[in-house]
């Protein structure tokens, strides 16, 4: 039986070395903010949010054209880095 993700880390790899971490309680949840807000703005040198979820009061907004990668990590609860 495939194990589920507890959750999603998003790492976004920015123009000039800097990365950030977000994550999203699903999948699905992560495609359809990346196919809404990222993607139809791709080229745009103009502000989106990003949404942390997690964090309460706290947010982010990013230039979609300064991304230059993003890699999505399936987080497992029984994950060994859990105990370090």
Do not use: C
Request: glycine fraction near 4%; charge should be negative.
């Amino acid at each position: 039986m495939p194990k589920t993700a507890n959750e999603y880390a998003v790492h976004l790899l920015i123009e000039g070395g800097h990365r950030e971490e977000v994550r999203f309680p699903t999948i699905q949840d992560f495609q359809k903010w990346y196919s809404g807000e990222l993607m139809p703005k791709s080229a745009s040198n103009d502000f989106i949010s990003v949404p942390i979820k997690n964090i309460q009061g706290e947010y982010m907004v990013v230039r979609p054209a300064q991304i230059l990668a993003i890699r999505v990590e399936p987080v497992f609860s029984s994950s060994v880095e859990r105990f370090a």
